[in-house]
């Protein structure tokens, strides 16, 4: 399975929002919790997801360098892994340790025994957006489609040698 395999098959559409304005690490947070809980049961609440995923920024900062953050968390509310991304219109300050403004934030969700899901994950979009054109190419997509288009032709690519 090509390194971007996984991402590609727990990504839709619904929950990628393009372009956001968006103020605050804080309202990133909100934001991400409102698009991730979409795909939850009706009785878990966006401030449920906020809190886990604030708890997990309490934990070290989840803003991964080059202009990306990267909240997430385990979670006993999902039995599958769950992926949201915002692109922002205005890179905001994420506090993130390379004192870059975040333009890129992936969203994560996983179940609390998906230890190996949770990793690979975490690792394939890392490895995503450490490629500065595939990272500039997913802040300048238009629309949701074409960001999670973006991403499945990726993950079609043959690996590297």
């Not at 605050?24 to 409102?34: D, G, I, N, T, V």
């Not at 960001?147 to 690519?157: A, F, G, V, Y």
Request: net charge negative; with cysteine.
């Amino acid at each position: 399975m090509n390194n971007t395999s996984l991402l590609a098959n727990c990504l839709t559409q619904e929950r990628i929002l393009i372009r956001a304005e968006i103020s605050s690490r804080k309202k990133l947070l909100q934001h991400m919790a409102s698009l991730l809980c979409s795909a939850l049961d009706d009785e878990v609440r966006e401030k449920e997801i906020y809190q886990q995923l604030w708890e997990r920024e309490k934990l070290g900062n989840t803003g991964i360098g080059n202009g990306v953050a990267l909240p997430h968390s385990r979670t006993n509310q999902t039995s599958d892994a769950v992926i949201a991304i915002i692109t922002l219109d205005d890179p905001v300050d994420y506090d993130a340790s390379d004192r870059q403004n975040v333009d890129l934030a992936f969203g994560l969700l996983v179940p609390q025994e998906a230890n190996q899901a949770h990793l690979n994950l975490l690792a394939d979009i890392a490895r995503l957006v450490s490629d500065t054109d595939k990272k500039a190419a997913l802040v300048q997509a238009q629309s949701a489609q074409s960001l999670r288009d973006l991403i499945i032709n990726w993950s079609q690519l043959p690996e590297p040698n």
